[in-house]
Nanobody
Framework: VQLQASGGGLVQAGGSLRLSCGTSGRMFINNAMGWFRQAPGKEREFVAGISWSGSSKGYADSVKGRFTISRDNAKNTVYLQMNSLQPEDTAKYYC?????????????????WGKGTLVTVSS
């Protein structure tokens, strides 16, 4: 397994969750990483991305100010802190490794994908 997301679950609106994405060894140490989500009946969409060093980040407008992406290269792990969750955030969340080291925001720019973790926000 190259990418493994965890931390999903059921939370009430206004609550928080932190997703983690473990990577195999130091395989993606030089790659930008990202989080995407896919709700039932909808296309997969970009949520957040982070450069290889963590110095540059990008977010979808829908999560700006509520979600924070970070990475710990010493632990080969990428995180997504999600605060003020809303029912519209309900989706399966996927972590992915991008081609290159800079922040990417589109699906074709990502070459490796984890299986995803389900986040359900109740109203």
């Amino acid at each position: 397994v190259q990418l493994q997301a965890s931390g999903g679950g059921l939370v009430q609106a206004g609550g928080s969750l932190r997703l983690s994405c473990g990577t195999s060894g130091r395989m993606f140490i030089n790659n930008a990483m990202g989080w995407f989500r896919q709700a039932p009946g909808k296309e997969r969409e970009f949520v957040a991305g982070i450069s290889w060093s963590g110095s540059s980040k990008g977010y979808a407008d829908s999560v700006k100010g509520r979600f924070t992406i970070s990475r710990d290269n010493a632990k080969n792990t990428v995180y997504l802190q999600m605060n003020s969750l809303q029912p519209e955030d309900t989706a399966k969340y996927y972590c992915a490794a991008a081609r290159g080291s800079l922040v990417r925001t589109t699906t074709p720019d990502y070459t490796h994908w984890g299986k995803g973790t389900l986040v359900t926000v109740s109203s």
